[in-house]
């Protein structure tokens, strides 16, 4: 978070007021913040697309170097080499984490780092509380001020709600906690009511600040976020990382307002809202309520949970690679829906060289992604990226889905709940209403995976590995193409 000066500096004995004027009469810390804001705007237009992802971060980098060097050198720091040291260590475990960890494991980092995120929010609200003139936010009689007890204990909330909820998304994500919907008795009610406590006491706390009334809002902010996570099944998951990055934004945009910090404001601003975005966005591809998801599987069926084991007595048909790559090499087009499992088998780059040999055969290859697809927005969009998948060749669902009633082959590789016909058909599914790839339509459906036992992510069973057209290859997926492109 954004170094505050020692209680003893000069700065720390003026008021919010006064020590704003401080601030605002170098007007180089004014334009070096609003040179970091718009770096930080044009990160997250480069975010939007995979082609320019590279860039964007670039100009994430630079900007949030800009505000913090800016932030040190502007501000009375107790101990510039402790907070240098704290930057060392932080940004080396960053480091080392991210050159470690694994495709697979990025919506579980994700999770963690957003519970990082909404610790510190509450960490600095707390300090705030405890050393209000270290912060410049006294007023009358040495009281906090009334406006900065609202942003501290909004602050304090949404980073409480922020943490116990990344929490429990890593648990599910990292595969420690069920991903099936975890329904409590009367849960409405109690997520209600909590919620409503929650704003009563901050409103309270602007005419009384005693300590029972901000550590009674922590307690219950820390509970209301585990309470709103464990209701939301695994095919929601991908919408709850969304959110909770929104929620880690506008929990470091309110300690910016207590701070008295622009750049904070700012980027918490973009943050939260760029989440929000995302997560109506998604919400809308899988025909899910907004409102529903961010209250906590509002609305969903307790008895339409993680469904059971796959109906492996049905009649299904089972294929090889030299099979698969006869039938690939005579098509005309081929679509081609990747999931988890690819990103678990490490397959993506397999996968391009079997589209290159496609291609080569006169072979039209496209790329089919789902919105939801992984665990993360934008999994598979990045792993394509990886491993140099051409953008053009990559297509969205609402683009390409018309396509398959002229595609010769679907080929699935470790997809599940986006190529499942219950989404529109079965109203007790918890996928129930999801867009979903008309895979179905396609001549030829070839699906991949490691066995028949399993089941998608949401633990429903799916029609698709007994029709008629589809080809079951169980395997794993990486070996499975690289057969395939021997084949070919």
């Not at 291609?359 to 792993?383: F, Q, S, T």
């Not at 918890?430 to 699906?447: E, H, L, S, T």
Request: charged share 15%; net charge negative; with cysteine.
């Amino acid at each position: 978070m954004v170094p505050q000066p020692e209680i003893n500096s000069p700065m720390a004995t003026l008021p919010a007021a006064a020590a704003e004027a401080v601030h605002a009469v170098n007007p180089w810390v004014a334009l070096a913040y609003l040179v970091s804001g718009v770096l930080f705007i044009l990160a997250l237009r480069g975010l939007s697309s995979p082609a320019t992802s590279r860039r964007g971060n670039r100009f994430g980098i630079i900007g949030m170097t800009i505000a913090v060097v800016t932030t040190l050198v502007t501000h009375s720091i107790a101990s510039l080499p402790e907070i240098i040291g704290a930057i060392v260590v932080g940004g080396g475990i960053g480091f080392v984490t991210a050159r470690k960890i694994k495709m697979t494991d990025m919506p579980q980092l994700v999770a963690a780092f957003h519970s990082l995120v909404g610790m510190a929010a509450v960490l600095v609200g707390w300090a705030a509380y405890l050393n209000p003139e270290a912060f410049g936010i006294t007023g009358v009689a040495g009281l906090i001020e009334p406006q900065s007890r609202v942003e501290m204990g909004l602050g304090i909330a949404i980073g409480a709600i922020t943490f116990s909820g990344s929490v429990i998304a890593f648990l599910k994500l990292a595969g420690k906690m069920s991903g099936a919907p975890i329904m409590l008795p009367a849960r409405h009610v109690i997520n209600l009511g909590t919620l409503a406590a929650i704003l009563g006491l901050v409103a309270y706390f602007t005419h009384d600040e005693s300590l029972w009334v901000i550590a009674v809002v922590t307690a219950l902010s820390f509970a209301i976020g585990f309470l709103l996570i464990i209701p939301i099944g695994g095919a929601d998951m991908p919408v709850v990382v969304s959110m909770l990055n929104s929620y880690s934004g506008w929990a470091a945009a309110a300690m910016g307002f207590t701070l008295h910090n622009t750049a904070m404001i700012i980027t918490g601003a973009l943050v939260g809202s760029s989440g929000a975005i995302l997560s109506y966005i998604m919400c809308r591809a899988m025909n899910r309520s907004f409102i529903s998801v961010i209250a906590g599987g509002f609305g969903a069926d307790a008895s339409a949970g993680a469904g059971g084991a796959a109906k492996i007595d049905r009649p299904w048909k089972r294929g090889s690679a030299e099979d698969a790559a006869f039938i690939l090499g005579e098509a005309e087009k081929v679509i081609i829906i990747p999931g988890y499992g690819m990103a678990v088998a490490q397959a993506q780059h397999a996968l391009r060289e079997m589209g290159d040999l496609l291609k080569e055969k006169g072979v039209e290859v496209k790329y089919a992604i789902h919105p939801v697809a992984g665990r993360m927005p934008g999994h598979m969009n990045v792993l394509l990226a990886e491993a140099n998948v051409p953008y053009d060749e990559v297509f969205e669902l609402e683009d390409i889905n018309s396509e398959f009633a002229t595609a010769d082959v679907a080929f699935i590789i470790g997809a599940n709940d986006v190529v499942n016909p219950a989404a529109k058909t079965d109203k007790s599914s918890p996928i129930y209403g999801m867009p979903v790839f008309d895979v179905d339509k396609a001549k030829q459906v070839f699906f991949i995976k490691r066995s028949m036992g399993g089941v998608g992510y949401a633990g429903v069973d799916n029609d698709v590995f007994y029709m008629d057209q589809t080809m079951m290859l169980l395997a794993d997926a990486k070996k499975m193409v690289e057969e395939i492109n021997k084949a070919l």
